[in-house]
């Protein structure tokens, strides 16, 4: 049974940087498209970045240039690093993964069929 915990959330003035881990337990996170989406309070899910399988990697335009998603392989976790933060980035952040294993694309529309249980970031001064 595939378990994701997410980590590293936290309160940061604008202009700073966190960096968000998903862990995983029971089985190999390389093999899964993983997924970061955020929900801000009144506003719908979004999907921030993915990197599928083969490395390919995939991000929100409101992101590009900021976050950068990649895998520890070692530690089955895969991390999402978030810089120059902005106030309207605030939100529940959540990891995701993929049903199907070995999936080489990702897109925010995938069945994404687990999930954690989100971890809040907040950008204010």
């Known amino acids: 049974q595939l378990q994701l915990v997410e980590s590293g959330g936290g309160l940061v003035q604008p202009g700073g940087s966190l960096r968000l881990s998903c862990a995983a337990s029971g089985v190999t996170l390389n093999r899964y498209i993983i997924g970061w989406f955020r929900q801000a309070p009144g506003k719908e899910r979004e999907g921030v970045s993915c990197?599928?399988?083969?490395?390919?990697?995939n991000y929100a335009d409101s992101v590009k240039g900021r976050f950068t998603i990649s895998r520890d392989n070692a530690k089955n976790t895969v991390h999402l690093q978030m810089t120059r933060l902005k106030p309207e980035d605030t939100a529940v952040y959540f990891c995701?993964?993929?049903?199907?294993?070995?999936?080489?694309?990702?897109?925010?529309?995938?069945?994404?069929?687990?999930w954690g249980q989100g971890t809040q970031v907040t950008v204010s001064s």
């Open positions: 995701a993964a993929d049903r199907d294993p070995y999936m080489p694309i990702c897109t925010f529309l995938r069945s994404y069929d687990h």
């Open positions: 990197i599928s399988s083969s490395g390919d990697k």
